[in-house]
């Protein structure tokens, strides 16, 4: 969206500021512009005179030179990733930020088996510079398999060090869930999967596992990484079952495809004024080329379309996001938290060359600049009015991904 202010410091006339896309639900004017609010919670508009047809006002915005009209619509994706670093500055002023110094190294982490430590700090993953941790999640969503460069600096070493990891694709398991209460500390079975090695051995929700082999379990942690160190091999388990001790002898762990891992958490940090703001343009910066590289992925076939959401699956996620807060104040920083990537996510789409987006309208503008002769304004409304029906097309193929997503999450 193309911010007020723009238009009027380049004295062109605004003939609606609009918050939101679609039907207005209330409209005001003030001078000669009119204000909306319209029905559909994503983005907003200016519309300019002489931006879709001809106009002989000196100030309309097909008689301002070809320099003006462009900065004019870049505005709008400035302004987007402005308000989106400013949001999660403030975010990271009151929760926190993450940074990408390593923390913690599972046992059986594959970064930990290839040499690193805690305190390293992740540089660079298969050449790819790592702005925020959030990048690993991304790019192990393609992982394809096989050995990838990890790159990391280390306090006291001024070269910057070199390993070859091998992503964790599987992990061992035994077919049960812990108690929900406090998942990290907790050895109590709440789940056992029927027909899993658990379920075969006779372990019955309730029991609370107390060693495997001749190792002690004190919390879930330490079954699971004791089970990736055995692999497939037959493990003795004992438990606590009504005041009295139960051994379940020969439980084979099976394998389990699973979501790419490096078995890594990493730094949280508090209270610190220039790293939250270094953090929210870090983030910023790799939430833009997330986007970026989701589209070549999708056009490459990399990502399927079913991957895509539209305002129902963004309406959805807002919801859930909201949830996770524990009062008023956490669930309206989570908004703000979702509200920004949202932004981000507009401000580098609206870029895009495409008709009826403002990179559409940049493309347009470069035309007139090599040709040297302006197009037709009638003309650039009819290849706009292409491209919003193509959009219009792209948000109800979108809308047969989201609803059976909305409904199998309930």
Not at 17 to 40: C, D, H, L, N, V
Request: charged share 25%.
């Amino acid at each position: 969206m193309r911010p007020f202010y723009c238009g009027a410091q380049a004295d062109i006339k605004v003939l609606e500021f609009s918050i939101f896309m679609g039907p207005k639900i209330i409209q005001w004017g003030k001078g000669e512009t009119k204000y909306s609010i319209r029905a559909i919670p994503m983005g907003g508009f200016v519309r300019l005179e002489g931006e879709e047809e001809a106009s002989d006002d000196e100030r309309a915005f097909n008689n301002k030179p070809a320099g003006t009209r462009a900065l004019v619509v870049a505005a709008g994706a400035a302004m987007n990733i402005f308000i989106a670093v400013l949001i999660v500055t403030i975010i990271s002023l009151s929760l926190g930020y993450s940074t990408t110094t390593v923390a913690y190294l599972e046992e059986d982490s594959v970064l930990k088996e290839a040499g690193m430590e805690v305190g390293d700090r992740i540089v660079y993953y298969d050449g790819k510079y790592i702005f925020h941790p959030s990048d690993l999640s991304l790019f192990l969503y393609i992982y394809d398999g096989g050995p990838v460069e990890v790159a990391y600096r280390r306090e006291g070493v001024k070269e910057l060090q070199r390993t070859v990891i091998t992503p964790k694709t599987s992990v061992y398991m035994i077919g049960i869930s812990v108690s929900s209460g406090d998942v990290a500390a907790s050895n109590r079975v709440e789940d056992v999967e029927e027909g899993s090695p658990a379920d075969v051995a006779g372990i019955l929700p309730g029991d609370v596992i107390i060693r495997i082999d001749d190792v002690t379990v004190d919390k879930r942690d330490d079954l699971y990484n004791y089970l990736q160190k055995t692999k497939n091999k037959p493990v003795d388990i004992t438990v606590e079952r009504n005041g009295e001790t139960v051994t379940f002898h020969d439980v084979v762990p099976v394998e389990r495809k699973t979501y790419p891992d490096l078995g890594v958490q990493f730094e949280y940090k508090k209270g610190n004024v220039f790293g939250a703001i270094a953090s929210s343009v870090n983030y910023s910066l790799s939430t833009i080329r997330s986007v970026i590289y989701s589209l070549v992925w999708l056009i490459s076939g990399k990502v399927g379309f079913s991957e895509v959401s539209g305002p129902v699956g963004i309406v959805s996620t807002i919801g859930e996001v909201v949830e996770m807060g524990r009062g008023f104040s956490e669930k309206f920083l989570y908004l703000l938290q979702i509200t920004a990537f949202l932004s981000l996510n507009l401000g580098v789409m609206n870029i895009i060359p495409f008709p009826a987006l403002d990179g559409g309208k940049l493309f347009l503008i470069l035309i007139e600049k090599i040709r040297r002769k302006p197009i037709d304004p009638e003309k650039e409304a009819w290849i706009s009015m292409v491209g919003f029906v193509l959009l219009v097309m792209l948000m109800i193929a979108t809308l047969f991904n989201d609803i059976p997503k909305v409904i199998r999450g309930k």
